[in-house]
Structures are given as structure tokens and as C-alpha cells.
């Protein structure tokens, strides 16, 4: 019973006994009751939606204690940190993908970095290859990944993980433009310079500008232009157009046409023509 038809027949039962008649009493009692009654139906709170609520769901005490309660700054950096290790898989998978097929031996270029450079534990590295079997299967969000690692990450590892991703697109021997196109894309994404991003290159491929001076070119040239420099260069430095030189001038002529075979090759190295 509400507390206003609680009232309500209390009221009721005190006016029919200041009247004194019996019949008063019920029957203003009964009112009394009734307008209660009322009263309690148009204050009520109405009753809860089984839709309003369906996305949030109220937690059992079980399963409160399955996620461990409140979540503390422990769990919410644990968080963070497998946030950040699925980007670099994701990171290094595409990197690998890059010039075909994610190989062997990329892998274990994959695996050391974690093993050996971010010091991973057993547990860790499990979590690793668990992304890279996922990543493998199916493609990552380059951008996306390339973001959470710039903010997470502080400008010195950002370097250091741009020099990974760089001795993994080496492991074979060569740099396709493939894959120098992915590494000056996740570069700018790092926010790092382009003389940061220079001087990591050349750690790894040297110092590529003379080659590139030698045909008359610029880094920036395409394969293309590479090639028809070398043709064009190779057709009016060759011996047989020399042959009529002496001495000095001869050699100089050949000493000429011997570096630019030299650069292009290099350069053919460098990018995996």
C-alpha cells in the first residue's frame, strides 16, 4: 500500500469519527483511501524501459570481480602499451609487405627488434606474434598506425624505430622504391625531419648523392630518368667513340665512363633495379 492511501484512509477514519456516525467513518474512510490511492499512482516513477538500458547492461558481482573492479593506472598503462606494440607490428608488416610477400627472415628481423631493442619478455613476444599473424592475414591501417606511434612515442625511439624499419627493408639486400616510398611516408609521419630521415638513410645506404652527381641527377629522380641518364651518358663516353684519342686524354675519357657504370650500379644496388 502507498503512503498516500495510507494517509488518505487515516484522514478519512479521523473526520468520520469527529462526525460520530458509524456510516460516516467507512464511507470517508473508503474515500480517503481512494484519493490516496490516486495520489500515489500520479507520483509513482515510471517503470524502467527494457530498452533504455540495453547497451549497459548492469554488471553481476561475478563478473565485476572477472575484470578486477575499478580500473587502476596500472591496467589503463597496460592498455597503452598493447595499443602501442599493435602499431609497430602493424608498422613493421607493412614495411615487410612492402616489396612483396612478409618473408622468414623478415620475421626474425621483426622478432629482434622486440627481443632485443624494447627488451620483451616471453608473454610479450607471444602478444607480438599473435599482430603479426593477424596483420599478415589482413592489412593494417598504415596512417593509423604510423599516428599512434608518433604520439606515444618520443622523438629519440621514433628515430630508433624509423632505423629498424630500415634494417628490415635490407635484410635482403636491397631497397626497392616500394619500399623507400613507405619509409619516407612513415618518416614524415613520425614528424621527423628530412635531415633526421637523411641521416638515418645514409646510415644504412651511404652517402648516394655523388652516384647521383655522376649521371647528372638529383636523389629524387625517378628509375626512369636513372636509366635513360646511364644510356645517355654510356652512348658518348663509350671507348669505340674514343678510339681515336691518345694517352691522357684517353685514359680521362675512360676513367669518365668507368664511374658512371660504377654510379649506376650503385644506384641500381641501392634501389633494386
Not at 625511439?157 to 622504391?177: I, N
Not at 636509366?227 to 681515336?244: G, N, Q, T, V, W
Request: some cysteine; proline content about 5%.
Amino acid at each position: 500500500m502507498g503512503s498516500g492511501k495510507v494517509l488518505g484512509v487515516m484522514i478519512g477514519l479521523c473526520v468520520g469519527l469527529l462526525i460520530g456516525s458509524p456510516w460516516a467513518i467507512v464511507l470517508l474512510g473508503a474515500v480517503g483511501g481512494f484519493v490516496g490511492h490516486r495520489f500515489d499512482e500520479m507520483n509513482a516513477l515510471p517503470a524502467e524501459s527494457p530498452d533504455a538500458l540495453a547497451d549497459f547492461p548492469p554488471l553481476s558481482p561475478s563478473a565485476f570481480v572477472a575484470r578486477g573492479g575499478p580500473r587502476d593506472a596500472a591496467s589503463v598503462q597496460e592498455e597503452a602499451d598493447a595499443h602501442l606494440t599493435r602499431s609497430l607490428c602493424a608498422l613493421f608488416v607493412e614495411v615487410a609487405r612492402a616489396d612483396g610477400e612478409v618473408r622468414r627472415e623478415e620475421v626474425r628481423e621483426i622478432r629482434r627488434y622486440f627481443e632485443e631493442v624494447l627488451k620483451y619478455g616471453p608473454d610479450s613476444l607471444e602478444f607480438v606474434r599473435g599482430r603479426l599473424k593477424d596483420f599478415i592475414a589482413v592489412p593494417p591501417n598504415l596512417d593509423d598506425a604510423v599516428a599512434a606511434c608518433q604520439e606515444a612515442m618520443p622523438s629519440s625511439e621514433r628515430r630508433r624505430l624509423l632505423d629498424a624499419l630500415f634494417e628490415l627493408s635490407l635484410v635482403d639486400g636491397s631497397l626497392q622504391r616500394s619500399e623507400r616510398e613507405i619509409l619516407s611516408r612513415v618518416g614524415d609521419g613520425l614528424e621527423l625531419s628530412p635531415e633526421e630521415q637523411h641521416t638515418i638513410a645514409t646510415l644504412h645506404l651511404g652517402d648516394s648523392s655523388s652516384h647521383y652527381e655522376a649521371l647528372g641527377l638529383t636523389p629524387d629522380a625517378t628509375n626512369s630518368e636513372v636509366k635513360s641518364a646511364f644510356r645517355r651518358l654510356a652512348a658518348e663516353l663509350h671507348p669505340d667513340k674514343h678510339a681515336h684519342l691518345k694517352g691522357e686524354d684517353a685514359d680521362e675519357v675512360a676513367r669518365h665512363f668507368q664511374d658512371v657504370r660504377d654510379a649506376y650500379e650503385e644506384i641500381r644496388r641501392l634501389r633494386g633495379m
